[in-house]
């Protein structure tokens, strides 16, 4: 009986010792060539894209408390491979409580595993437009991309059913441009998270109007040549740009005329193919880079 009091008593103790602080990570996992993203305040976690394997669950794994198995919404910005790849692994561990996804789809085996685990769990699937906000406690996430009328114009669909959608049928436009961006928010510090959407839309982004100066920005499309303009990148302003892209990978990003672009208007840049994960940390006023 002492013994089982004992151990109770450490794994109460383990459990308070291992509960985040109260300051925002953001922490760009390194899942090689893909993008993941995991959001964290306290006990609160947001996943934007799962990268193309199950390399993302241990990125969940380090920086979630072991006894904390739900996440409180998955961003799934489009439905490529190496942005989605890794989501029905992390549903076979986490119970993940929204989904929040755009209408489009394709009729590859994995984004259909994903559609099959979403039903069979009764996951809430919300689509999401410019305009939108996604608050989870101190948290927010406004939707710069893609604007609704677009979306129905390059869609298979008669008009908007006015409920959630999963799979329609593109007009043949890229997927990369449905892409979800938006602007992660705590406090006074912003982040840009912007999927693929590359130099195809930034004008329509610009448009749009929901841009704006941030401390951070996740390059678009892994940082290939296409993946944004001296013009788009004047009105983000960041201070810091991350890429995320796998080391040696075959597309050769990041493609060295978007680092110029970044060099040229002195802007620090971190890559998860040379630094690894990159964490980033913020108490809502000061942000810096956890080492």
Known sequence: MYKILVLAAVTVWVAVLTLPDDKLHVVFCDVGQGDAILIYQKTTQILIDAGPNDRVVGCLNRHMPFWDKQIEAAVATHPQADHIGGLVDVMKGYIIVQFVMGVEGNETAGFEAIRRQITMTKSQVTNVYYGDEIRIGDIKFEVVWPEKSWV??????????????????????????????????????????????????????????????????????????????????????????VISAGKNNRYGHPAEETLKILRDKEIKILRTDVDGEVE????????????
């Open 280 to 291: 980033i940390v913020s108490d809502g006023e000061r942000w810096w880079v956890d080492k």
């Open 152 to 241: 129905f114009a390059h869609l298979e669909l008669p008009d908007d059913s006015g409920s959630a959608v999963l799979g329609a049928k593109t007009d043949g436009t890229d997927l990369n441009s449905f892409s979800i961006g938006g602007i992660l928010s705590f406090g006074q510090f912003d982040v840009l998270l912007t999927g693929d959407a590359d130099w195809q839309i930034e004008d329509e982004m610009i448009e749009a109007g929901g841009l704006r100066s941030v401390e951070v920005l996740k390059v678009p499309h892994h940082g290939s040549k296409t993946g944004m303009t001296r013009e788009w990148l004047g009105v983000v302003k960041p201070q810091l740009a």
